[in-house]
């Protein structure tokens, strides 16, 4: 397979990408049940703000990068935030330097956005060393074993009626990004995946996620309440998926919840959060991405 000419750089929205999602589910998902659109609805679905830097070889694409501009609690304050994924190459074009390309022009596109910082995440680290990331700080995650909790409240599937209240919890974390109610409530309806909440009175004080589209399958990755009532509301809502262990990603500010866990929790490991690249010479700022704002 051979290109045209040299393939030509574009910046599209989401309607310019679409006809390309199958592709692009086809190189970046292979196999996969859900496709991007449903993984990462943030930059993909209609009512999403995805930007992609694209290469072009006349009407066929070659290579991608997606990214949006977010607004982040930081440990500085909030924080104009770029989130950068969904970097693909054609099979057939890959090792000429594409992706490098994409990548350079949308942390460009970002920094003309007015965003202090980029973050992306990686599971080779060269290519986008060589675009100006560097690693971020290590995540902590733990492994919890379903059932052992104390019985405290009622733990259930969350409905629709719970998306205010759930919002309301994303907006009282000390770090993440912040999200509309209606961007919360789209999110929350994500295929594949299913959320707890742990209710108390009749008043929902906690909340969990685990899976997201083909993403983050047997991984909890967003939590809402206090340390508490998370390591109350977690065993139990393990137990409703009918899987005897998960993966746990832990924020950097639940200080409290491995040991709140106790003997629940029966291992803690470090991963690797995301790359992070400086655009401004604003102080660097501690960001945490939950994991429904993951692209
Ligand atoms: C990763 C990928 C986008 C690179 O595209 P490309 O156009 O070949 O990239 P470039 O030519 O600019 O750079 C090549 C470098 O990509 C790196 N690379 C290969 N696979 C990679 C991966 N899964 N993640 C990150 N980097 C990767 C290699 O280190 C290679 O460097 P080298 O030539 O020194 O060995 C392409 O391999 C791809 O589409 N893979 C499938 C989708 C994917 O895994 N995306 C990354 C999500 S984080």
């Known amino acids: 397979m051979t290109l045209i000419a040299e ?129 971020g700080i290590d995540e902590t995650c733990c492994v919890v074993e379903s059932g052992i909790a104390n019985e405290d409240g009622v733990v259930r599937e969350a409905t629709i009626f719970d998306h205010a209240r759930l919002h309301s919890l994303h907006s009282q974390k000390p770090l993440g990004i912040q999200r509309t109610p209606r961007a919360m409530s789209a999110l929350l309806t994500t295929p594949g995946l299913s959320t707890f909440v742990l209710e108390r009175s009749g008043e929902v004080v906690a909340y969990a996620c685990t899976g997201k589209g083909a993403d983050l399958q047997g991984w909890w990755h967003e939590f809402g309440g206090s340390d508490n009532d998370i390591a ?8 409703l998926t009918g899987h005897p262990q998960a993966i746990v990603i832990v924020p950097p500010y639940r200080n409290a919840l491995v040991r709140e866990l106790g003997p629940a929790c029966i291992e803690v490991a470090t991963v690797a959060g995301p790359m992070v690249a400086k655009l401004t010479d604003q102080v660097a700022a501690t960001v945490f991405v939950d994991g429904l704002d993951s692209v």
């Open 232 to 239: 109350s509301l977690l065993p139990r809502a393990l137990d």
């Open 7 to 135: 393939p030509e750089l574009r910046f599209c929205d989401r309607g310019g990408i679409a006809p390309f999602l199958e592709q692009i589910d086809e190189w970046l998902l292979p196999g996969a049940f859900y496709g991007a659109q449903h993984t990462w609805p943030q930059l993909y679905r209609s009512d999403g703000d995805g930007r992609f830097c694209a290469l072009f070889d006349a009407e066929r694409l070659v290579s991608q990068c997606a990214f949006r501009i977010a607004t982040a609690r930081t440990d500085q304050g909030l924080r104009r935030v770029a989130l950068l994924g969904s970097v693909v190459t054609d099979p057939d074009f890959r090792g000429h330097g594409y992706a490098q390309r994409v990548v350079r022009a949308s942390l460009d596109a970002c920094k003309a956005s007015g965003a202090d910082m980029a973050l992306l995440w990686a599971e080779e680290q060269g290519l986008y060393a060589r675009c100006g990331f560097v690693a």
